[in-house]
C-alpha cells in the first residue's frame, strides 16, 4: 500500500505519468501537463478524472468540434472510438484509467 499525493505532483515533461497501478489490463496513471495533448482514438475506454486544474476536452461528433469544460472532481468518459484532446488551461493533474498501452 502506498499514499499518493497528486498536488504538487510534476513531471519533466507535458503528459509525464506517475504509474499507480494495473488492474485487469487497465492501468491507472496520475498525469502533469501544461499542455494540449494530441487528437486521437482509444482502442477501448477511457476514464479522465481532473484533480487539479482545468481542462477543455475536445470532442469531434460526425465532424463538428465540441468544447467541454472540466473543472477539479469532473469525471470525463470515453468510449472505444470517441475523437478527443485534453487542452489544460495552466497546469492540470488528472488521474487517467485505460486499457494498458492505449495512447
Known sequence: MRKVTARGFTAERAWGALDIAVIDNATVRLHWTDRPYIWHVND????????DGIVD????????VRVIRLEPGDIFHAAAGDEHVAH?????????VERQGSL
Open 57 to 64: 476536452m475536445h470532442v469531434r461528433e460526425h465532424g463538428t
Open 88 to 96: 489544460p488551461c495552466g497546469e492540470a493533474r488528472i488521474l487517467v
Open 44 to 51: 477501448g475506454e477511457e476514464v479522465f478524472v481532473v484533480l
